[in-house]
């Protein structure tokens, strides 16, 4: 029997459970080199605004010493490999 003086902790339970799951869907996301998806993911779970939310995304890819990979640097490799291919064509 349920006292009703005690607080019902199915409730807790599930928005532990809740946090839980966006909290895992932030590091995923991380994981897979998402930083904005899980900035966004953060802010919209907390209500936080945007500077606290990349501050709070950035310490949870140092905590989990999560490597993310640079999009800038991926297309500046893509492209120059790209003009070096062509460059060798068109030498040929």
């Keep these: 029997m349920n006292d009703e003086n005690q607080p019902d902790s199915s409730g807790q339970d ?5 946090q839980s799951e966006v909290a895992q869907h932030i590091l995923e996301s991380l994981r897979q080199g998402n930083k904005i998806q899980a900035i966004k993911d953060y802010r919209e779970s907390t209500g936080a605004g945007l500077k606290e939310s ?3 995304i950035e310490a949870l890819i140092q905590k989990y010493d999560i490597q993310m990979k640079s999009g800038c640097a991926s297309m500046l490799l893509l492209a120059s490999s790209l003009v070096m291919i062509l460059l060798f064509v068109w030498i040929q």
């Design 14 to 18: 599930d928005a532990a459970n809740g």
């Design 54 to 56: 990349k501050e709070a």
